[in-house]
Structures are given as C-alpha cells and as structure tokens.
C-alpha cells in the first residue's frame, strides 16, 4: 500500500525559508496528484498546494501565492518550497495523495497521507 514519507520542516525566523519533500514507499508517486495541508492548534485543517500527476497543472491557497512552490522531480518526490515565511505559518504540515486536485483545497478526497511535520516560523 501507497506510504506517503515526510521530510524537511523545523523551526524557521520570519521571512525564513524551508523546504519540504514527500516521498512514496510502497508504490509510486507518478499516477497521483499531491496536495499539501497544514494545521494549527485549534484551526481547520487548511488546503496549501496541489500539483497534477505529470506536474503541468499547480494551485495555492491565496495566503501562500507568489512565496511558496511545488513541484515534483522524477524520483518520485513532491517538494514545497516556502519563502518569505510568516509566524501565522506554523502548524503541522502534511502530504496527502489523490487522483487530481480537481476537489483541492478540500481534503476529503485525498486518500494517502504522510505522518506530518512541524513548522514553526517564530524569532
């Protein structure tokens, strides 16, 4: 079965910048879209990115346009780059696999997900 393995995050100054990977184990990434999600202590969990499975199509949450970016390389790996990072940033960041974003950024459609990593944007 398709594991979705989470890199990256830590704690970052505002205006920081930190890049996260999600690898697959157990299957490939190639067929799916991903999405990244993120959640704060006591919010909702909040939709971020979403890319296509050939990486042609990319969306963002309207807070984190222009400052962060997905992609995926050939090695089976989805990576979001994040800069110009702010405070109201911190929460636990999560991979999750779908067949297409069509439904992004709500999460409900998203099948297989990563164990989540921290990131914390504070001085």
């Known amino acids: 079965q398709l594991q979705l393995v989470q890199s990256g995050g830590g704690l970052v100054q505002p205006g920081g910048s930190l890049r996260l990977s999600c690898a697959a184990s157990g299957g490939t990434l190639d067929l799916y879209a991903i999405g990244w999600f993120r959640q704060a202590p006591g919010k909702e969990r909040e939709g971020v990115s979403c890319?296509?499975?050939?990486?042609?199509?990319t969306f963002y949450a309207d807070s984190v346009k222009g400052r962060f970016t997905i992609s995926r390389d050939n090695a089976n790996t989805v990576y979001l780059q994040m800069n110009s990072l702010k405070p109201e940033g911190t929460a636990v960041y999560y991979c999750a696999a779908a067949w297409g974003c069509g439904y992004f950024p709500l999460w409900t459609d998203f099948g297989f997900w990563g164990r989540g990593t921290q990131v914390t944007v504070s001085s």
């Open positions: 890319i296509n499975s050939s990486g042609g199509s």
